[in-house]
């Protein structure tokens, strides 16, 4: 997903966007990933019921952490607000 979005991206808008938009893509499958494998255990522990806490869950800590995570590495590559 993320070499298809690069490709796209280097041919519509240039290739330092792309690569942002690649690269967040690619931490952030990896980042969700490894969200959704651990929130079920760890609600588990805090005495929760993981079945109906962690889909929710898991959607808005993806979503804000890949937020985070695009405008990080767009701040980062791109030197966008760095003086």
């Given at each position: 997903m993320a070499l298809a979005v690069g490709v796209l991206?280097?041919?519509r808008v240039g290739w330092?966007?792309?690569g942002v938009v690649s690269l967040t893509m690619l931490v952030l499958v990896l980042m969700g990933?490894?969200?959704g494998m651990s929130l079920p255990f760890l609600l588990r522990r805090?005495?929760?019921d993981p079945a109906t806490a962690s889909g929710p869950?898991?959607?808005?800590?993806?979503d804000i952490v890949g937020v985070l995570i695009y405008f990080?590495?767009?701040t980062w590559l791109l030197g966008i607000g760095m003086d």
């Open positions: 991206g280097i041919i330092q966007v792309a990933s490894l969200i805090l005495g929760l869950l898991v959607t808005s800590l993806s990080s590495l767009a």
